[in-house]
């Protein structure tokens, strides 16, 4: 009897499916549909009626590289990772920065675009680089509600910040003469420097130095929680652009320095 028992007992134990046996990985949909905004150019836009920007060109090469059939469709930024976690799409490239509280709902990519932040002064000023030692007792205007103002609080403390509501309003006040320096995105300061008036008055002093994580991680691709074969089709795209230097003749299109 014990030994029938013990017969029955491995028997079952063999047709039982493995009880931590990893799940196979989700295959790779087809189409692949990536979401993307339309309203924030460059990087995404809507041009004759069809997305368009420095993210769809991406996208496209991302697609033809890693050999995958893809579709752009848009969606208004209020409720797109709803979206994505509904299956209408399976991808999100609409300039969506990776942040803690977007990871714990969705996935991301490693990042395919990081712009810069960077300091604009007067024309006529003669501070040098910027270094927490230069900026030491100057006003620094900057957004209130952006993560520059958390890292000159804790990397230039010498600094006197102002707030504002924009970066307009801060690029005014230093025209005026009411702040020493701008802090700020700097492709919006890049176009404020294009205008006339900007141009006329300012100049670029130098950037906030690469990978400083109070600024923040970069944007990435978005995708549902589990999807991983897709996440690593994008990753090994995304590597073979850089390398390569598609990237950088791509996004040479639509915006004038480095984003990697």
């Known amino acids: 009897m014990s030994r029938l028992l013990s017969r029955l007992l491995l028997l079952s134990l063999l047709a039982a499916p493995p009880a931590l046996a990893e799940q196979a990985p989700s295959p790779l ?25 420095f993210e769809v060109d991406l996208a496209q090469a991302l697609c033809q590289d890693a050999k995958l059939t893809c579709t752009l469709v848009l969606h208004q930024w209020d409720g797109i990772i709803k979206g994505l976690e509904a299956g209408e799409y399976d991808a999100i490239m609409a300039a969506m920065a990776i942040t803690p509280k977007r990871a714990a709902r969705i996935a991301f990519t490693r990042p395919y675009l990081r712009i810069p932040f960077a300091y604009v002064a007067r024309r006529d000023t003669s501070l040098p680089s910027p270094t927490p030692a230069t900026l030491r007792g100057r006003t620094i205007g900057v957004a209130a509600h952006g993560p520059q103002v958390a890292y000159l609080e804790q990397r230039v403390p010498g600094a006197e910040v102002r707030t504002f509501d924009g970066l307009a309003d801060a690029t005014l006040d230093l025209r005026a003469g009411r702040v020493d320096v701008v802090l700020g995105d700097k492709l919006d300061l890049a176009n404020f420097l294009a205008r006339p008036e900007g141009d006329a008055c300012c100049r670029l002093i130098g950037d906030v130095p690469a990978g400083e994580p109070l600024l923040g991680e970069g944007v990435g691709i978005g995708l549902r929680k589990g999807d991983t074969a897709l996440r690593e089709a994008f990753e090994r795209a995304l590597a073979a652009l850089v390398a390569d230097g598609r990237y950088d003749r791509l996004r040479a299109k639509y915006i004038p320095f480095d984003t990697k």
């Open 29 to 53: 949909p087809s189409p692949v549909r990536i979401a993307t905004e339309g309203g924030h150019p460059p990087f995404n836009y809507v041009e004759d009626g069809k997305p368009a920007g």
